[in-house]
């Protein structure tokens, strides 16, 4: 599916009786809420507010939109419940906060899969994509398309990691999602499920040793404070999935649902283009606030994808061979 093909809005309802209502309507404007985890200057949330801002020029001002971005509304997997109970109708979260409600997600998440953002990007705007997104409706959420997170990579506070060796017994924290954990389980380290919204204060306190994110995420969140190491893992292509509560989306009006759809192609238009600038320019920064960056080898990243090999079996039985084959299928096709 196309990104012009998949999107949607949101609105919020304080209790099921109001959910049953297209949108929150104060003085004849319809008002839509969109809630996300993504700090106010990481580039998803600066599309979101030209989301915002184009739903009001499309609508002629009968539509208006209220972003809660930075946590506002608590933490990514929070967002994801309030969006599936109906208590908020959308938010923009990193896929894998998503996939222990729709474990299929898992099998666009395998190491090492992706070598370039654009593969990636061909393969979830592919069949993939569609496929996903039926999944993704059968637990009640409208899928409305995918921004860059990017290519994730470890930090930590204390010990350098220049080999894979050097990440054995280390507790890292990781997103909650299966593959991901088992990945770092293969290679070695204690990897440690964490919402991002505790990850700051963890790191400070030195629950946990490290943790892995995109340049962008490390640095808007200024996790440089914590963490004096980075290391060019590269381990992980992620996505920013965009969902809405499917029964409040479906209740909106044709006319409604298209002026949606044509600002939220223009945001993830927007974000993709914008992603690979933010993420180069935040390294620089990285590096410019006294983080060490090592480099591993091309020897030491070799090694990193033979021991986690194995990690397509375990999701394989999760979530079915069928649909694992098919996605490594359009991802050789992308050229990835």
Avoid: C
Avoid at 239 to 258: D, K, M, T, W
């Amino acid at each position: 599916m196309t990104v012009g093909r998949r999107t949607a809005l949101l609105t919020l309802a304080a209790t099921p009786a109001v959910l049953a209502a297209p949108a929150v309507r104060a003085q004849g404007t319809t008002r839509l809420r969109i809630a996300g985890n993504f700090a106010v200057e990481h580039s998803s949330s600066v599309a979101i507010e030209g989301f915002k801002a184009d739903i009001a020029r499309l609508s002629g001002g009968r539509m208006a939109v209220d972003t809660f971005p930075a946590m506002q509304l608590g933490g990514a997997q929070e967002n994801v419940s309030q969006v599936r109970a109906g208590t908020l109708l959308m938010t923009w979260v990193g896929m894998a906060f998503l996939s222990r409600t729709v474990p299929e997600l898992e099998a666009i998440s395998l190491p090492f899969q992706f070598s370039t953002r654009e593969a990636a990007f061909k393969v979830v705007d592919g069949p993939v994509g569609d496929l996903l997104d039926g999944r993704m409706a059968d637990k009640g959420f409208i899928s409305l398309g995918y921004m860059e997170l990017g290519f994730r990579h470890v930090t930590t506070g204390q010990k350098p990691v220049k080999t894979v060796d050097d990440l054995r017994g280390l507790k890292i924290r990781l997103q909650p999602n299966e593959t991901h954990l088992a990945t770092f389980r293969a290679i070695g380290a204690n990897p440690v499920a964490m919402d991002v919204r505790e990850l700051y204060s963890a790191m400070q306190q030195r629950v946990v040793d490290g943790q892995e994110n995109p340049h962008s995420i490390i640095f808007a969140s200024r996790f440089f404070e914590v963490q004096k190491h980075l290391t060019n893992t590269g381990h992980f292509y992620d996505f920013i999935s965009i969902v809405a509560n499917r029964r409040a989306f479906g209740a909106l009006s044709a006319e409604q649902q298209q002026i949606i759809r044509t600002a939220m192609d223009a945001a993830i238009k927007a974000q993709r283009e914008n992603a690979a600038k933010s993420d180069t320019d935040a390294l620089a920064g990285l590096l410019a606030r006294g983080m060490q960056h090592d480099i591993l080898p091309p020897a030491e990243l070799a090694r990193m994808r033979q021991m986690t090999a194995g990690v397509v079996d375990g999701i394989k039985g999760r979530v079915g061979a069928d649909l694992v084959d098919r996605v490594q299928a359009e991802v050789a096709r992308a050229g990835a």
